[in-house]
C-alpha cells in the first residue's frame, strides 16, 4: 500500500534534514580552510532560515489543520477514523514551537559561528549534529502518536551528547557528556516502559484514541470495561522520562554540570531547544493522550512545578559561574513554565499561558547566553566577577544582559518577563491553585536576588586598571545578540503578538 | 480633548531618557542641563495638567485617556486625573525637577561629586524613575498600576546601589526583595479580583463598590493587596527596608523616595483598595488602625534613640505614615481626606528635611547627630534656620502644612465610619495623640543637639574639602592650619543652588498649611465618591 505524503507539511524537518547531509558532504570534499568554516555555518544558517520560512508559509496558508501519515482508511475502519489517526499534524500548537525551536536555532547558529572561529572543534560535524538535533525538535511538537514521540525526543537528545564531548581533550566537556548520556538513557528507558504500558492498555499508539480510551469513551482493549490501576504507573512513568527532559525535580541534578561543561552554544541549546522539545512532548502526552487521567496527573504536576521551582532558585543563589547560575535559573523558570498545566484540566488558558511563557523564556535567556558567549570569549573561566564593569567596557553587551536579566526575574523594564509571569499567575489564580501562585511568587523574590546582583555587578565600577577590551568579537556574535534582544524588545512592547500566537494552538 | 496630556507626562521623560540610551557619546557638561530640560517639561506640562484642570468637578475622571494594549490580558492604557492624583502629580514633578536641578545647579558639587562619577546613568536613571512614579498616579487598570507600581524598583535599586554610601550594597538588595515580595502578593491580590469580576477597569470597579464580590473574597483580597502597598508605605512592622535605604541612598534618591515612592504605596488604599474592596476594607480598618497607631509611636521612639541624622528623618517617615493610615482606616471622608493631605504634605516637608540633611552630611562629612556638635544655627544661621522650619512643619506646628493632615486623621479617628468600633478608634486617637507628643519630643531633641548649643571647634571643622574649592587644596588647608585657630575653614552657609532648589518646597508647606482648603476642595468630592458604600 502506497502512503500519500504530504510534502509541504512535512517540509520543515525535511529541509534541515538536507541540509544536515549537504554539510556533511561539503565538509567531506572542501578544504580544510577557515573560509570553509564560515562557508558551512552559512550553509546551516541558510538551511535553518528556509525551514524557518516554510513554517511560517504554512502559517500564513492558516485553514485546518494538515496532517500526514495517516493510518489507511482500509485499516482504520472508515474515513473519519483516518483522519483523527494520524502520526504527523501541523496545526497552531506544532507552528508555535517549530517556529520557536528554529528562530532559537538561528541564535545558537550564529553563537556556534562565533566558538567554532576558535577551530578546537570538527566544524562538519559540528554543524550536522546541530541540524539532527533541529530536525527532531521540529518533528516532535507535530508528532500524534507515542512511537513518532519517543523517536524525535531521542533525536533531539542523542546529538546533543556529541554537541557536548566535541571539544576534545576537555575533562570537563567529557564528564558533561558522560553524563548527560547516562541521564538521557535512563529517563529514555523509563519513559519506554511507560509508554509500553500505555500501548498495552489502549492498543493504539496513536494520541487521540489514547485520549478517548484515558477519558473512559472507549472500552480499552485489556479485558474488562474498567481501566486497570497499572494506568497510574503508565502515567507517572511517562511524566517521569520527560522530567528529565525538561531537567524538573528530582530529576534536576545534571543540570549545572552539563551546562558548564558543554561549549556555550550547547548550553544555549540545551536550555532552549532541547527544553521546549520536551515542554511540547509533556504537553501533547498530557493534555491530548491523557487529559481524562487529570486527575492523576494533576496534581504531581503542580508539586513538581512548586520543587522544581524552588530547588531552582535556591540553588542558583550561591552560583559563582554564569553559566552554572544560568542553569539553575533555567530549571527555576522551567517550573514556571510547568505551573499552569497543573491547571490544564480546569482552566482552557492553561496550556497557551505554558507555551507564551516559554515562547517569552526562550527571548530571555537566548540573550543572555548570547552575551555570555561574549565574554567567555575574553574570561575562560566565566565566572560572576568577570562581568564587573561589562556595561562600561561593552556598554551594548551589558546592556543587553541587563535587559534580559531584568526580564527573566520579571521586572519592568523587561515587561516581556513581568507579563509571561502574570499569564501563569492569572491561570493560577483563576484554575484555583492558590498555593502554588504563593509558592510562585516567593520565588519570584528568591530569583530576583541573583539577578539583581549579577546585574548590579554589570554596572559596578572596576576596581584599578581598567583593562581596555582588545578583543573584538566576530560580526556573528553581536547579530545573535542583536537578534534575541530584538525578539525580548518586541515582546516587552506587544505581548499581544504572543498571546496571539498561542491563543490559536491552544487546545480545545 | 486633554488626553494628551498624561500621554505627554509620561512620553517627555521616557523620551529623555531613551535618547540618551541611544547616544552613548553625549558630552558630559550637557547632561545636568539635558535632565533638567526634560524634567522641567514634564514639570510644565503637569502645571498646564493644573491649569485646564476642571476644578468644580474634581470627582469626574479628566484627561482620559483607554487605548488597548494588551486585548489577551484584558490590559488597557487607561490614564486619567481626578483631585486626588493631581496633586501628587504635581509633587511628582516639581520633586524630580527641583532634585535635577539640585544636582545641576550645584555642579560637581552636590552630594559629594555625586554628579560627576557616571552623569549619564544617573540622568538615564532618574528620567526612568520620574515615568514609574508619574505613570503610578495615573494609571486607571490594575494591572497597568502594577506595572508602573514595578518600574520604579530597578530605577531605585540602581539609584541605591550605585550612588549610594557605604552599605549600599545590602541596602539595595534589601529594599529592591522587600518592596518586590510586596508586590507579587499584590498582584496576587489584583489577579483575584479580576478572576471575580472580569474587568481590571479601576473606574468601572470602584464605581460598582464591590458588587458581585462575596465578603470572604474581599477580605482577602484587601489583604493581599494591603500588605503589597503597605509594605511600600511602609507600615510597621513592614518597615525595616525604609531605614537602610534612606540612610544609604544619595541625596537625590532619599528625597524621590520619601516624597513619591512612599506616597504611591498610600495612594493604592485610596484609588484600588478602598473603594473596590468596601466590604474588605470595613472588615479589615481596625487591624489597619492598630498597625498605623504602633507605627506612630514605634517611629517616635525609634527616632528618639537615633543618633544619624538620615535614620531619624527615615523614622520619622513611618511614623507620618502612621497618620495616614490611621486617616485610611477611619473610612470617613473626614479622616481620608486628612490622610490625603497629610500625604502630599510630608512629600513636601521630608523632601525638603532630606535635602538638608544631604546637605549637612556634604559639610560635616557625617550625619551623626553627635558629631555634628551643635550651634548650626550661629555657625550657618541660614541652614539652621532652614532646618528648624523644616522640623517645626513636620512635627505639625498649626499653621504649616503637617498640622492639618494629622489633625484631620486623628479627627477622623474621633468619629469613624459606621460599621467600625468607635471605642477601639478612640484609643487609636488618644495614642495617635500621644504619638504626635512624642514626634515633637525627638524633632526638638534633634534641634537642641544640632542647631542650639555651643559650636565645638575641632570636630565641627570639615575633615576635607572637595577639590573644587579653592580653599580646599592640601597646600592652603596645610597653612591655614599653621596659622592657628583664627582661620578655621568655616563650610559655606546655604548656597545659591541649594536656595532655588529647596524655596520652592518652603512657599508650598507655608502656602498649603495657611491655606489648607487649597487641597481639601480638591480633594473631598473625589473621597466622597470613593467611599459612597461605605458612608
Given at each position: 500500500m502506497i502512503q500519500q505524503i504530504d510534502f509541504f507539511a512535512i517540509s520543515p524537518p525535511l529541509v534541515l534534514a538536507l541540509a544536515a547531509g549537504l554539510v556533511l558532504l561539503l565538509d567531506a570534499f572542501l578544504p580544510a580552510r577557515p573560509r570553509t568554516r564560515s562557508g558551512l555555518g552559512l550553509v546551516t544558517l541558510a538551511g535553518v532560515l528556509t525551514s524557518l520560512g516554510f513554517v511560517v508559509a504554512q502559517a500564513l496558508r492558516g485553514g485546518a489543520p494538515q496532517s500526514t501519515f495517516c493510518v489507511p482508511p482500509a485499516l482504520a475502519g472508515g474515513q473519519a477514523q483516518s483522519a483523527a489517526m494520524c502520526s504527523f499534524v501541523v496545526d497552531g500548537f506544532t507552528l508555535v514551537f517549530a517556529g520557536m525551536v528554529l528562530a532559537a536555532g538561528v541564535v545558537v547558529v550564529l553563537m556556534s559561528m562565533t566558538e567554532l572561529?576558535?577551530?578546537?572543534?570538527?566544524v562538519g560535524e559540528w554543524y550536522f549534529l546541530l541540524l539532527c538535533t533541529l530536525v527532531g525538535a521540529v518533528t516532535l511538537p507535530a508528532s500524534r502518536d507515542l512511537i513518532m514521540l519517543v523517536v524525535a525526543l531521542e533525536l533531539v537528545s542523542l546529538p546533543v551528547f556529541a554537541l557536548t564531548a566535541l571539544?576534545?581533550?576537555?575533562g570537563r566537556a567529557s564528564e558533561a557528556a558522560v553524563k548527560l548520556f547516562v541521564v538521557s538513557v535512563v529517563s529514555t528507558a523509563i519513559m519506554l516502559f511507560g509508554v509500553s504500558l500505555l500501548y498495552g492498555i489502549a492498543?493504539?499508539?496513536h494520541l487521540s484514541r489514547l485520549g478517548e480510551v484515558f477519558s473512559g469513551r472507549q472500552a480499552p482493549t485489556v479485558a474488562g470495561a474498567e481501566l486497570p490501576a497499572v494506568v497510574t504507573v503508565g502515567v507517572v512513568l511517562v511524566a517521569a522520562g520527560f522530567a528529565f527532559k525538561i531537567a524538573a525535580v528530582p530529576f534536576h541534578s545534571w543540570a549545572a554540570d552539563v551546562y558548564q561543561g558543554a561549549p556555550v552554544p550547547v548550553a544555549a541549546l540545551l536550555s532552549v531547544v532541547s527544553k521546549a522539545a520536551g515542554f511540547a512532548g509533556l504537553i501533547l502526552v498530557l493534555v491530548t493522550g491523557l487529559a481524562g487521567q487529570a486527575a492523576t496527573w494533576a496534581p504531581i504536576v503542580g508539586i513538581l512545578a512548586a520543587l522544581t521551582m524552588t530547588a531552582g532558585n535556591l540553588l542558583a543563589l550561591r552560583q559563582r559561574s554564569a553559566v552554572r547560575l544560568l542553569a539553575w535559573s533555567s530549571v527555576a523558570q522551567s517550573g514556571y513554565v510547568l505551573a499552569p498545566l497543573a491547571v490544564a484540566a480546569i482552566a482552557r488558558g492553561a496550556v497557551g499561558a505554558s507555551m507564551a511563557y516559554l515562547v517569552i523564556y526562550a527571548a530571555m535567556n537566548l540573550g543572555a547566553f548570547a552575551v555570555v558567549m561574549l565574554v567567555s570569549r575574553t574570561a575562560a573561566r566565566n565566572e560572576l566577577d568577570d562581568y564587573r564593569g561589562l556595561a562600561l567596557r561593552r556598554p551594548a553587551a551589558g546592556v543587553t544582559l541587563a535587559f534580559c536579566l531584568v526580564c527573566l526575574a520579571g521586572l519592568p523594564p523587561g515587561l516581556a518577563g513581568l507579563f509571561a509571569k502574570v499569564f501563569v499567575f492569572r491561570e493560577l489564580v483563576g484554575g484555583g491553585a492558590g498555593w502554588l501562585a504563593v509558592v510562585m511568587a516567593v520565588n519570584t523574590v528568591i530569583g530576583l536576588y541573583y539577578y539583581a546582583v549579577w546585574t548590579g555587578r554589570l554596572f559596578a565600577p572596576v576596581g584599578g586598571e581598567a583593562s581596555p577590551a582588545t578583543y573584538r568579537p566576530p560580526v556573528t556574535a553581536w547579530l545573535a545578540v542583536g537578534v534575541a534582544l530584538a525578539a525580548a524588545v518586541l515582546f516587552s512592547i506587544a505581548p499581544q503578538l504572543v498571546l496571539d500566537m498561542t491563543a490559536l494552538s491552544a487546545f480545545g | 480633548m486633554m488626553g494628551w496630556i498624561p500621554v505627554a507626562l509620561l512620553a517627555v521623560p521616557l523620551l529623555g531618557a531613551l535618547v540618551l540610551l541611544l547616544s552613548p557619546h553625549a558630552p558630559r557638561r550637557a547632561l545636568p542641563a539635558y535632565g533638567l530640560i526634560f524634567s522641567g517639561l514634564t514639570l510644565a506640562v503637569s502645571l498646564v495638567l493644573l491649569a485646564t484642570f476642571d476644578h468644580g468637578a474634581p470627582a469626574r475622571i479628566q484627561a482620559e485617556l483607554d487605548q488597548p494594549w494588551v486585548p489577551g490580558l484584558g490590559l488597557r492604557l487607561h490614564l486619567g486625573v481626578d483631585g486626588i492624583s493631581l496633586p501628587l502629580i504635581v509633587l511628582t514633578a516639581l520633586l524630580t525637577f527641583l532634585c535635577f536641578g539640585y544636582l545641576s545647579w550645584g555642579?560637581?558639587?552636590?552630594?559629594?561629586g555625586f554628579m560627576s562619577a557616571r552623569p549619564r546613568a544617573l540622568v538615564f536613571t532618574l528620567l526612568v524613575l520620574e515615568v514609574g512614579m508619574i505613570g503610578t498616579f495615573l494609571a486607571l487598570d490594575l494591572l497597568l498600576f502594577f506595572v508602573f507600581f514595578e518600574i520604579v524598583l530597578i530605577p531605585m535599586y540602581f539609584l541605591i546601589g550605585v550612588w549610594g554610601g557605604a552599605g549600599r550594597r545590602a541596602a539595595s538588595i534589601k529594599f529592591i526583595l522587600y518592596t518586590l515580595l510586596g508586590s507579587v502578593v499584590m498582584l496576587l491580590g489584583l489577579l483575584l479580583v479580576w478572576a471575580q469580576t472580569g474587568t481590571l477597569d479601576i473606574e468601572a470597579l470602584s464605581a460598582s463598590h464591590?458588587?458581585?464580590?462575596?465578603r470572604s473574597l474581599q477580605i482577602l483580597a484587601f489583604v493581599a493587596i494591603g500588605i503589597g502597598l503597605a509594605v511600600k508605605t511602609p507600615m510597621w512592622p513592614l518597615h525595616t527596608w525604609l531605614p537602610d535605604a534612606h540612610t544609604e541612598a544619595p541625596t537625590v534618591g532619599s528625597v524621590l523616595l520619601a516624597g513619591v515612592l512612599l506616597k504611591m504605596g498610600t495612594y493604592g488604599f485610596a484609588r484600588i483598595a478602598i473603594p473596590v474592596l468596601p466590604e474588605g476594607a470595613v472588615a479589615v480598618a481596625p487591624w489597619l488602625g492598630a498597625f498605623a497607631v504602633v507605627g506612630i509611636v514605634y517611629g517616635a521612639l525609634a527616632c528618639l534613640a537615633q543618633r544619624d541624622l538620615k535614620r531619624l528623618i527615615a523614622y520619622s517617615s513611618v511614623g507620618h505614615m502612621g497618620f495616614v493610615l490611621l486617616g485610611f482606616a477611619t473610612l470617613t471622608p473626614v479622616g481620608v481626606n486628612g490622610a490625603l493631605f497629610a500625604n502630599v504634605a510630608h512629600g513636601l516637608i521630608t523632601g525638603l528635611l532630606f535635602f538638608l540633611a544631604g546637605a549637612v552630611k556634604e559639610r560635616y562629612h557625617t550625619s551623626e547627630i553627635p558629631e555634628l556638635g551643635g550651634g548650626m544655627l550661629t555657625t550657618m544661621p541660614r541652614l539652621g534656620s532652614v532646618l528648624t522650619f523644616a522640623a517645626i512643619a513636620s512635627l505639625g506646628l498649626p499653621g504649616l502644612a503637617g498640622f492639618w493632615g494629622e489633625m484631620l486623621a486623628l479627627f477622623g479617628a474621633f468619629q469613624p465610619a459606621d460599621g467600625l468600633p468607635r471605642g477601639l478608634f478612640l484609643a487609636y486617637m488618644v495614642i495617635g495623640g500621644l504619638g504626635a507628643v512624642l514626634t515633637a519630643a525627638y524633632f526638638l531633641v534633634m534641634l537642641s543637639r544640632v542647631t542650639h548649643g555651643r559650636p565645638r571647634a575641632q570636630t565641627r571643622r570639615p575633615i576635607h574639602e572637595h577639590p573644587v574649592e579653592p580653599l580646599a587644596s592640601p597646600a592652603r588647608a596645610a597653612t591655614t592650619a599653621t596659622l592657628g585657630p583664627a582661620a578655621q575653614i568655616v563650610p559655606d552657609d546655604i548656597r545659591r543652588y541649594e536656595l532655588l532648589a529647596w524655596t520652592p518646597l518652603v512657599v508650598l508647606i507655608l502656602l498649603f498649611g495657611l491655606w489648607p482648603g487649597l487641597l481639601l476642595s480638591l480633594s473631598t468630592p473625589p473621597v466622597q465618591t470613593l467611599l459612597g458604600a461605605i458612608s
Amino acid at each position: 500500500m502506497i502512503q500519500q505524503i504530504d510534502f509541504f507539511a512535512i517540509s520543515p524537518p525535511l529541509v534541515l534534514a538536507l541540509a544536515a547531509g549537504l554539510v556533511l558532504l561539503l565538509d567531506a570534499f572542501l578544504p580544510a580552510r577557515p573560509r570553509t568554516r564560515s562557508g558551512l555555518g552559512l550553509v546551516t544558517l541558510a538551511g535553518v532560515l528556509t525551514s524557518l520560512g516554510f513554517v511560517v508559509a504554512q502559517a500564513l496558508r492558516g485553514g485546518a489543520p494538515q496532517s500526514t501519515f495517516c493510518v489507511p482508511p482500509a485499516l482504520a475502519g472508515g474515513q473519519a477514523q483516518s483522519a483523527a489517526m494520524c502520526s504527523f499534524v501541523v496545526d497552531g500548537f506544532t507552528l508555535v514551537f517549530a517556529g520557536m525551536v528554529l528562530a532559537a536555532g538561528v541564535v545558537v547558529v550564529l553563537m556556534s559561528m562565533t566558538e567554532l572561529a576558535g577551530g578546537a572543534i570538527p566544524v562538519g560535524e559540528w554543524y550536522f549534529l546541530l541540524l539532527c538535533t533541529l530536525v527532531g525538535a521540529v518533528t516532535l511538537p507535530a508528532s500524534r502518536d507515542l512511537i513518532m514521540l519517543v523517536v524525535a525526543l531521542e533525536l533531539v537528545s542523542l546529538p546533543v551528547f556529541a554537541l557536548t564531548a566535541l571539544k576534545r581533550y576537555d575533562g570537563r566537556a567529557s564528564e558533561a557528556a558522560v553524563k548527560l548520556f547516562v541521564v538521557s538513557v535512563v529517563s529514555t528507558a523509563i519513559m519506554l516502559f511507560g509508554v509500553s504500558l500505555l500501548y498495552g492498555i489502549a492498543g493504539s499508539v496513536h494520541l487521540s484514541r489514547l485520549g478517548e480510551v484515558f477519558s473512559g469513551r472507549q472500552a480499552p482493549t485489556v479485558a474488562g470495561a474498567e481501566l486497570p490501576a497499572v494506568v497510574t504507573v503508565g502515567v507517572v512513568l511517562v511524566a517521569a522520562g520527560f522530567a528529565f527532559k525538561i531537567a524538573a525535580v528530582p530529576f534536576h541534578s545534571w543540570a549545572a554540570d552539563v551546562y558548564q561543561g558543554a561549549p556555550v552554544p550547547v548550553a544555549a541549546l540545551l536550555s532552549v531547544v532541547s527544553k521546549a522539545a520536551g515542554f511540547a512532548g509533556l504537553i501533547l502526552v498530557l493534555v491530548t493522550g491523557l487529559a481524562g487521567q487529570a486527575a492523576t496527573w494533576a496534581p504531581i504536576v503542580g508539586i513538581l512545578a512548586a520543587l522544581t521551582m524552588t530547588a531552582g532558585n535556591l540553588l542558583a543563589l550561591r552560583q559563582r559561574s554564569a553559566v552554572r547560575l544560568l542553569a539553575w535559573s533555567s530549571v527555576a523558570q522551567s517550573g514556571y513554565v510547568l505551573a499552569p498545566l497543573a491547571v490544564a484540566a480546569i482552566a482552557r488558558g492553561a496550556v497557551g499561558a505554558s507555551m507564551a511563557y516559554l515562547v517569552i523564556y526562550a527571548a530571555m535567556n537566548l540573550g543572555a547566553f548570547a552575551v555570555v558567549m561574549l565574554v567567555s570569549r575574553t574570561a575562560a573561566r566565566n565566572e560572576l566577577d568577570d562581568y564587573r564593569g561589562l556595561a562600561l567596557r561593552r556598554p551594548a553587551a551589558g546592556v543587553t544582559l541587563a535587559f534580559c536579566l531584568v526580564c527573566l526575574a520579571g521586572l519592568p523594564p523587561g515587561l516581556a518577563g513581568l507579563f509571561a509571569k502574570v499569564f501563569v499567575f492569572r491561570e493560577l489564580v483563576g484554575g484555583g491553585a492558590g498555593w502554588l501562585a504563593v509558592v510562585m511568587a516567593v520565588n519570584t523574590v528568591i530569583g530576583l536576588y541573583y539577578y539583581a546582583v549579577w546585574t548590579g555587578r554589570l554596572f559596578a565600577p572596576v576596581g584599578g586598571e581598567a583593562s581596555p577590551a582588545t578583543y573584538r568579537p566576530p560580526v556573528t556574535a553581536w547579530l545573535a545578540v542583536g537578534v534575541a534582544l530584538a525578539a525580548a524588545v518586541l515582546f516587552s512592547i506587544a505581548p499581544q503578538l504572543v498571546l496571539d500566537m498561542t491563543a490559536l494552538s491552544a487546545f480545545g | 480633548m486633554m488626553g494628551w496630556i498624561p500621554v505627554a507626562l509620561l512620553a517627555v521623560p521616557l523620551l529623555g531618557a531613551l535618547v540618551l540610551l541611544l547616544s552613548p557619546h553625549a558630552p558630559r557638561r550637557a547632561l545636568p542641563a539635558y535632565g533638567l530640560i526634560f524634567s522641567g517639561l514634564t514639570l510644565a506640562v503637569s502645571l498646564v495638567l493644573l491649569a485646564t484642570f476642571d476644578h468644580g468637578a474634581p470627582a469626574r475622571i479628566q484627561a482620559e485617556l483607554d487605548q488597548p494594549w494588551v486585548p489577551g490580558l484584558g490590559l488597557r492604557l487607561h490614564l486619567g486625573v481626578d483631585g486626588i492624583s493631581l496633586p501628587l502629580i504635581v509633587l511628582t514633578a516639581l520633586l524630580t525637577f527641583l532634585c535635577f536641578g539640585y544636582l545641576s545647579w550645584g555642579g560637581a558639587r552636590a552630594g559629594g561629586g555625586f554628579m560627576s562619577a557616571r552623569p549619564r546613568a544617573l540622568v538615564f536613571t532618574l528620567l526612568v524613575l520620574e515615568v514609574g512614579m508619574i505613570g503610578t498616579f495615573l494609571a486607571l487598570d490594575l494591572l497597568l498600576f502594577f506595572v508602573f507600581f514595578e518600574i520604579v524598583l530597578i530605577p531605585m535599586y540602581f539609584l541605591i546601589g550605585v550612588w549610594g554610601g557605604a552599605g549600599r550594597r545590602a541596602a539595595s538588595i534589601k529594599f529592591i526583595l522587600y518592596t518586590l515580595l510586596g508586590s507579587v502578593v499584590m498582584l496576587l491580590g489584583l489577579l483575584l479580583v479580576w478572576a471575580q469580576t472580569g474587568t481590571l477597569d479601576i473606574e468601572a470597579l470602584s464605581a460598582s463598590h464591590g458588587a458581585g464580590l462575596p465578603r470572604s473574597l474581599q477580605i482577602l483580597a484587601f489583604v493581599a493587596i494591603g500588605i503589597g502597598l503597605a509594605v511600600k508605605t511602609p507600615m510597621w512592622p513592614l518597615h525595616t527596608w525604609l531605614p537602610d535605604a534612606h540612610t544609604e541612598a544619595p541625596t537625590v534618591g532619599s528625597v524621590l523616595l520619601a516624597g513619591v515612592l512612599l506616597k504611591m504605596g498610600t495612594y493604592g488604599f485610596a484609588r484600588i483598595a478602598i473603594p473596590v474592596l468596601p466590604e474588605g476594607a470595613v472588615a479589615v480598618a481596625p487591624w489597619l488602625g492598630a498597625f498605623a497607631v504602633v507605627g506612630i509611636v514605634y517611629g517616635a521612639l525609634a527616632c528618639l534613640a537615633q543618633r544619624d541624622l538620615k535614620r531619624l528623618i527615615a523614622y520619622s517617615s513611618v511614623g507620618h505614615m502612621g497618620f495616614v493610615l490611621l486617616g485610611f482606616a477611619t473610612l470617613t471622608p473626614v479622616g481620608v481626606n486628612g490622610a490625603l493631605f497629610a500625604n502630599v504634605a510630608h512629600g513636601l516637608i521630608t523632601g525638603l528635611l532630606f535635602f538638608l540633611a544631604g546637605a549637612v552630611k556634604e559639610r560635616y562629612h557625617t550625619s551623626e547627630i553627635p558629631e555634628l556638635g551643635g550651634g548650626m544655627l550661629t555657625t550657618m544661621p541660614r541652614l539652621g534656620s532652614v532646618l528648624t522650619f523644616a522640623a517645626i512643619a513636620s512635627l505639625g506646628l498649626p499653621g504649616l502644612a503637617g498640622f492639618w493632615g494629622e489633625m484631620l486623621a486623628l479627627f477622623g479617628a474621633f468619629q469613624p465610619a459606621d460599621g467600625l468600633p468607635r471605642g477601639l478608634f478612640l484609643a487609636y486617637m488618644v495614642i495617635g495623640g500621644l504619638g504626635a507628643v512624642l514626634t515633637a519630643a525627638y524633632f526638638l531633641v534633634m534641634l537642641s543637639r544640632v542647631t542650639h548649643g555651643r559650636p565645638r571647634a575641632q570636630t565641627r571643622r570639615p575633615i576635607h574639602e572637595h577639590p573644587v574649592e579653592p580653599l580646599a587644596s592640601p597646600a592652603r588647608a596645610a597653612t591655614t592650619a599653621t596659622l592657628g585657630p583664627a582661620a578655621q575653614i568655616v563650610p559655606d552657609d546655604i548656597r545659591r543652588y541649594e536656595l532655588l532648589a529647596w524655596t520652592p518646597l518652603v512657599v508650598l508647606i507655608l502656602l498649603f498649611g495657611l491655606w489648607p482648603g487649597l487641597l481639601l476642595s480638591l480633594s473631598t468630592p473625589p473621597v466622597q465618591t470613593l467611599l459612597g458604600a461605605i458612608s
